[in-house]
C-alpha cells in the first residue's frame, strides 16, 4: 500500500527543517560565545561591504544608502559569478567546477573554520598543543573537500559537512554592520526569486542544463536523503525464452536476444528429434502480453516438421486459437498481427522497459518504475538563515523565536509548493520575508508592550 501525499511532504519536511534547525542553533550558539559584546568591534571587508564601511557615527540616512550600495554590488557579484558557472557548465566544464568546490571547500573549512575553531579553545581554554590542533584541523579539512563530490562517502557525512559550512559562513556574516545585513538578507530573497523564476534566470538555466543531462548539479547542495529506485520488481532482460523438455526429463533454457532474430523463427531437427515442444511467456514477461500469430515462424516450423516425420516422435503445439481468445481482452493494440510475433515482442518488451526506466519532467515518474530523491536545499539557504537568526541573536533571545518562526513557516510553506508546483523553487524568499518582518514587529511592537505590561505588573 503506498503511502498518502501528507505522509511523503512530512517526512521530507522534517528531513529538512531539522538540519536548517540545527545550523540556526549553533550559529545563535557562536553568536553568544564567540562574538565580542563590545559595541566597538572591528567591521570584517568582505564582498558584501566593498563600497561601504559603517561606523558608529553615520546618519540614518548614510547608513541605508551605503547599505543599498553594498547590497546592490554584492548582487552583480554574485550575478556574474553565477553566469560564469552556467557557461562554463554548459561547455561541460564539469570537472572543473568541482574542482574549484572542493577548493572552496578547503578554504572555507580551513581559514574561516579554523578561525572559530580557535577562538572556540580560547574562549573555554581548552589545553591543546598547536601541532595537535594543525593535524587535527588539517584532516577535518581534507576530509570536507572531499565529501562533496566524492563516490562512496556516506550521506550522513555529506550532510554534516554541509551544515558545518553554512554555520562557519553564517558565522562570519554576523559581523557585518546591522544595516548591510538586513539590507543584503532583502536583496538576496530578491535575488533568488529573480534567478531562480524569471526567464533566462542563472539558476534557472543551471537546472534546466542538468535536468536535460540528466546530471548532479556541480554545486555544494544539502540533499535530505540519496536516490532511491524503487523498481516494481520486474527485470531489466527480456525474459522469453524457448524451453525444451527432453526425454531425460532436463530443462534447456535459450533466452532470445536481438543477436538471434533472425534466427529465431527457425528450430533446429537434430535437436527435437524425439522430444516434446512447447512453446510460450516465461520469466518476466506475462501471459497476457504474448499474442502469437498462426504464422509464426516457430508454429509453421513445427507443423511442417511433423508432416515430414517418421511418426517416432510426437509433437504438440500450443492452441492458437484459444490463445487469441483470451488474450484479445487484454491486447492493446501495439503488436501487428501481420509481422513476425517473437520480433515485436522484442520490440515491444524494450519499449516498455525503456518507459519504466523514464522519468517524468518535473519531478514526476511512470508508474512502473518510481525514481524518487530526497528534497535539495542550496547551502545559501542555510547560510542566510542562519545569519538572519544570528543577527536576531545579538539583540534578544524573543527576536529570535520570533525569526526561529518566521523561517520554519517560510520553509513548509515553499516545500508545499514543492510539492505541487514539481519544479526548483527558490528557498529564500518567503522565508526571509517572515523572518524579517518578524523580527522588526517583535522588536518594535511586541517587545515595548511585553515589557510594559510586565514592569507594570499585569502580566507576569
Known amino acids: 500500500m503506498e503511502n498518502s501525499i501528507l505522509e511523503s511532504i512530512g517526512v521530507e519536511i522534517i528531513g529538512v527543517m531539522s538540519p536548517v534547525s540545527i545550523c540556526m542553533f549553533l550559529v545563535v550558539l557562536l553568536v553568544y560565545v564567540v562574538t565580542p559584546n563590545t559595541p566597538n568591534s572591528a567591521v570584517i571587508q568582505t564582498a558584501a561591504n566593498l563600497v561601504y564601511l559603517e561606523a558608529p557615527t553615520d546618519t540614518t540616512t548614510q547608513k541605508i544608502e551605503g547599505s543599498l550600495l553594498n547590497a546592490l554590488v554584492f548582487i552583480i557579484l554574485i550575478s556574474l559569478v553565477t553566469f560564469l558557472m552556467v557557461l562554463l557548465y554548459y561547455y561541460n566544464c564539469t570537472n572543473f567546477l568541482k574542482y574549484y568546490m572542493r577548493f572552496s571547500t ?44 566524492s563516490q562512496g562517502i556516506p550521506i550522513f557525512l555529506r550532510q554534516g559537512y554541509m551544515v558545518l559550512l553554512g554555520i562557519i559562513v553564517a558565522a562570519w556574516f554576523t559581523k557585518l554592520p546591522e544595516w ?194 530526497g528534497i535539495k536545499l542550496g547551502l545559501g539557504d542555510f547560510i542566510f538563515y542562519s545569519v538572519l537568526v544570528g543577527r536576531a541573536a545579538m539583540y534578544d533571545l524573543m527576536t529570535v523565536y520570533a525569526c526561529y518562526l518566521g523561517i520554519i513557516s517560510g520553509l513548509g510553506c515553499t516545500l508545499l509548493l514543492l510539492s505541487v508546483c514539481q519544479k526548483a523553487l527558490p528557498a529564500l524568499p518567503i522565508s526571509i520575508t517572515l523572518g524579517v518582518v518578524f523580527y522588526f514587529c517583535t522588536r518594535l511592537i511586541m517587545e515595548p508592550f511585553l515589557v510594559g505590561t510586565s514592569t507594570n505588573l499585569m502580566m507576569f
Open 106 to 149: 578547503f578554504i572555507v573549512l580551513g581559514s574561516m573554520g579554523g578561525s572559530i575553531f580557535l577562538s572556540i579553545i580560547q574562549h573555554f581554554s581548552i589545553p591543546v598543543d598547536s601541532i595537535t590542533c594543525m593535524i587535527l584541523l588539517f584532516n577535518f579539512t581534507i576530509v570536507g573537500a572531499l565529501s562533496g563530490f
Open 180 to 373: 548591510t545585513t538586513w539590507t543584503l538578507l532583502v536583496a538576496l530573497a530578491l535575488y533568488d526569486l529573480v534567478a531562480v523564476l524569471a526567464p533566462g534566470g542563472p539558476l534557472k538555466l543551471l537546472v534546466e542544463l542538468a535536468q536535460s543531462r540528466e546530471e548532479e548539479l556541480p554545486a555544494l547542495i544539502y540533499e535530505s536523503r540519496p536516490t532511491i529506485n524503487q523498481a516494481n520488481g520486474r527485470g531489466g532482460s527480456l525474459g522469453l525464452l524457448v524451453t525444451g523438455a527432453t526425454a531425460s526429463s532436463s530443462v534447456e533454457l535459450q533466452p532470445i536476444t536481438r543477436s538471434n532474430e533472425g534466427n529465431q523463427g527457425r528450430v533446429s531437427p537434430q535437436n527435437y528429434s524425439a522430444s516434446d515442444y512447447s512453446t510460450g511467456g516465461v520469466g518476466n514477461v506475462p501471459t497476457n502480453e504474448i499474442e502469437i500469430e498462426e504464422t509464426s515462424p516457430l508454429v509453421g516450423n513445427f507443423r511442417e516438421r511433423q508432416s515430414t516425420s517418421s511418426g517416432s516422435s510426437e509433437f504438440s503445439t500450443i492452441d492458437v486459437d484459444r490463445l487469441r481468445a483470451r488474450n484479445l481482452e487484454n491486447r492493446d493494440g501495439e503488436i501487428s498481427e501481420e509481422a513476425s510475433p517473437l520480433v515485436d515482442l522484442i520490440n515491444l518488451e524494450n519499449e516498455r522497459e525503456r518507459r519504466r526506466n523514464a522519468v517524468v519532467g518535473g519531478g514526476g515518474v511512470e508508474s512502473e518504475s518510481i525514481l524518487t530523491a
